[in-house]
């Protein structure tokens, strides 16, 4: 058996680093993309807003599995076309934006006007006063929200199969038809859970850093 997993691992890994990529750039790009669309949806002009309300609700309203093979599979009738790997990213990316920009927009509504006046006061700057109160705040209130949605990025990726890329799981299901063993897909598992279990622990961190915002 130490001998089966141990041939197993290399190609195991190599899923595994697909899987951690995507996750990484999703998440790198989506968060500060998030933040944008939760200021846009709060803006006074009415036509940003009209707009990212439907980018929102389209993004929310279907399942990320058709979002992937409609980027892949449906932009190159209209002649828009982007290998595998990006389009997966845009898909990710472009969803993941649109739910981290609610749960920032509700941050951002639970904070006190009292704050934004006072902040006025003071002579700050809008931009000065986001970053320095309001930011620090919000995420406070947003980081449990957050970690599901990380959480839930790690197992979304694997998703990715319909374009044909080599994630995690895809390995572990290829291994297992090939070797009639649910041995692989047991690995699967066990590397998931270590995966979620980090990230767990980074957002109880995190959780710790930011309790002095009582």
């Given at each position: 058996?130490?001998?089966?997993?141990?041939?197993?691992?290399?190609?195991?890994?190599?899923?595994?680093?697909t899987?951690?990529?995507?996750f990484?750039i999703?998440?790198?790009?989506?968060?500060?993309?998030?933040?944008?669309?939760?200021?846009g949806?709060?803006?006074?002009?009415?036509?940003?807003?009209?707009?990212l309300q439907v980018?929102?609700?389209?993004?929310?309203?279907?399942?990320l599995?058709?979002?992937?093979?409609?980027?892949?599979?449906?932009?190159p009738?209209?002649?828009?076309?982007?290998?595998?790997y990006?389009?997966?990213?845009?898909?990710?990316?472009?969803?993941?934006?649109a739910?981290?920009?609610?749960?920032?927009?509700?941050?951002?509504?639970?904070?006190?006007?009292?704050?934004?006046?006072?902040?006025?006061?003071?002579?700050?700057?809008?931009?000065?006063?986001?970053?320095?109160?309001?930011?620090?705040?919000?995420?406070?209130?947003?980081?449990?929200?957050?970690?599901?949605?990380?959480?839930?990025?790690?197992?979304?990726?694997?998703?990715?199969?319909?374009?044909?890329?080599?994630?995690?799981l895809?390995?572990?299901?290829?291994?297992?038809?090939?070797?009639?063993?649910?041995?692989?897909l047991?690995?699967?598992g066990?590397?998931?859970?270590?995966?979620?279990?980090?990230?767990?622990?980074?957002?109880?961190?995190?959780?710790?850093?930011?309790?002095?915002?009582?």
């Open positions: 058996m130490i001998d089966y997993i141990i041939r197993l691992m290399p190609s195991m890994l190599s899923g595994l680093q899987t951690l990529e995507i990484a999703t998440l790198i790009v989506s968060i500060p993309l998030g933040i944008l669309v939760a200021i949806r709060q803006s006074k002009i009415k036509p940003l807003v009209a707009v980018y929102i609700w389209v993004m929310r309203g279907t399942p599995l058709l979002q992937i093979v409609f980027i892949f599979f449906g932009l009738i209209i002649g828009i076309t982007f290998d595998r990006p389009a997966a990213l845009i898909a990710f990316i472009l969803n993941y934006a739910y981290f920009g609610e749960i920032f927009r509700g941050g951002i509504e639970s904070i006190d006007k009292g704050q934004y006046d006072a902040a006025k006061v003071l002579g700050f700057t809008p931009a000065k006063t986001f970053k320095r109160i309001i930011l620090p705040q919000m995420i406070k209130i947003v980081l449990p929200s957050i970690a599901n949605e990380v959480i839930t990025l790690v197992k979304d990726t694997a998703l990715v199969y319909v374009v044909g890329l080599g994630e995690l895809r390995a572990g299901k290829i291994a297992s038809n090939r070797d009639a063993s649910l041995t692989p047991v690995m699967v066990v590397l998931y859970l270590v995966l979620t279990a980090l990230l767990t622990v980074v957002f109880q961190k995190l959780e710790e850093k930011y309790a002095y915002y009582q």
